[in-house]
């Protein structure tokens, strides 16, 4: 009797335990088919599951997507939004219009800012500099607007400026209507296009002075700025570079970090909460870093030289053109083929720069990049006065 009771309580575990399971596969297709978990799509589709509804990862120098859930949802960026006024500040003073000890005068419109502010007050004077350390630290949005005022003249006309710039970027999901990230009708932007002015933001080195500051400083030590990204303490690498959170945009950040020479962009969306938002940024920060690496586009040996034909130099030598870099998975960097073209010879004049051939860089058959060679020197055309001067000076030296 109790064999058998024993037999009547193991099946009904057992039958009870098959839903569940069924239940748990049903969970993993779903994560599958949303974009952020394995699938059959290639890259996009095998990122790690995030809560966040709307994220995308991708790789600085090529810009290429590892991996995106949602990515061109518009959605309120909050003051991830400052990526854009900082951008359109470090192009300013890269073109010498500005400098970073240009003084800004505070008016009264940057003053009465709410939210995350420096409690900056009209008629004080701060340099650019002090502006965007408590822009990109404290996320203050009256040193945000001052310096909106300080570069266009005012908030609107600076605003008009972000979108014209947002728009030469390609940022299709994209309004600014201000320059600090608050709240308002008609303000949004997706992950993929805050991943797009964040790349743009890192091609200028410097700019991370300031986004991988944990803790600094105003008014000579009196006011203490920290920084509202705890990665940049927390994670290792990270090179910023900006967090943002209202109750309409919810929880967003736009990580970035670099490691053996890759740096990455991860970028989430509407977090339900700061917790969530830094976990989902390390999540895919680690993925792309575990997973992926750069391969630069350069020929496995140097070209040897190519004959000029009628050139005052006998040859020239073929270099890359362009620096590139594309992004492969850590198990095929040594299945990648380099495939050079190259003339056998050339005809003078070659002008330095000029396209002599290519370089095709291909996995399992697929072509990963194309990239030019180019000429190293100039090489001008033989002349009858230099044909004729080299055989007066040999007929001399003889």
């Known amino acids: ?133 408590a822009t990109a630290i404290q996320s203050a949005n009256d040193a945000a607007v001052a310096l909106a005022e300080f570069l266009a003249g005012s908030e609107d006309s600076f605003v008009t400026r972000m979108n014209a710039r947002a728009q030469e970027l390609g940022m299709t999901n994209t309004q600014f209507k201000n320059c600090h990230g608050l709240d308002e009708e008609g303000h949004y932007a997706s992950a993929r296009d805050i991943a797009l002015m964040s790349r743009q933001l890192l091609m200028h080195k410097d700019i991370r002075d300031y986004t991988t500051v944990w803790m600094d400083s105003l008014r000579d030590g009196t006011f203490m700025l920290a920084n509202t990204n705890r990665l940049v303490r927390f994670y290792e690498g990270a090179t910023g570079l900006k967090t943002g959170s209202t109750s309409k945009a919810g929880c967003c950040i736009s990580a970035s970090a670099e490691r053996g020479g ?27 870093f575990a997973t992926y690496t750069t391969v630069k586009a350069y020929p496995e040996a140097v070209p040897a030289p190519i004959p000029v034909l009628l050139g005052e130099q006998k040859e020239v030598q073929p270099v890359v053109g362009l620096e590139q870099v594309v992004v492969v998975e850590k198990s095929a960097v040594k299945s990648v083929q380099r495939e050079t073209t190259l003339p056998a010879e050339v005809k003078a004049p070659v002008q330095a720069g000029q396209t002599l051939g290519e370089l095709k860089l291909t996995l399992n058959g697929q072509t990963l990049a194309t990239v030019p060679l180019v000429a190293a020197t100039e090489v001008r055309k033989l002349t009858f006065g230099v044909v004729l001067g080299r055989m007066l000076k040999l007929l001399m030296l003889g």
């Open 1 to 133: 009797m109790k064999r058998i009771l024993a037999l009547l309580l193991c099946l009904s575990l057992l039958t009870a335990a098959v839903p569940l399971c069924l239940a748990v596969q049903e969970d993993d297709l779903a994560v599958a088919a949303d974009g952020s978990g394995p699938g059959p799509d290639g890259p996009a589709a095998s990122g790690p599951a995030v809560p966040a509804p709307s994220v995308i990862l991708i790789e600085r120098d090529s810009g290429t997507v590892l991996t995106e859930k949602n990515a061109d949802q518009r959605l309120s960026p909050a003051s991830v939004t400052k990526v854009m006024t900082l951008l359109l500040v470090m192009e300013a003073i890269a073109a010498g219009q500005i400098t970073k000890e240009d003084n800004v005068t505070i008016s009264q419109a940057s003053m009465r800012m709410g939210g995350s502010t420096a409690y900056l007050a009209e008629g004080e004077r701060y340099t650019v500099h002090e502006m965007i350390k």
């Open 262 to 288: 890759m740096e990455l962009i991860a970028v989430v969306m509407k977090a339900s909460s700061s917790d969530d938002r830094f976990e989902s940024a390390r999540a895919l920060l680690d993925f792309g």
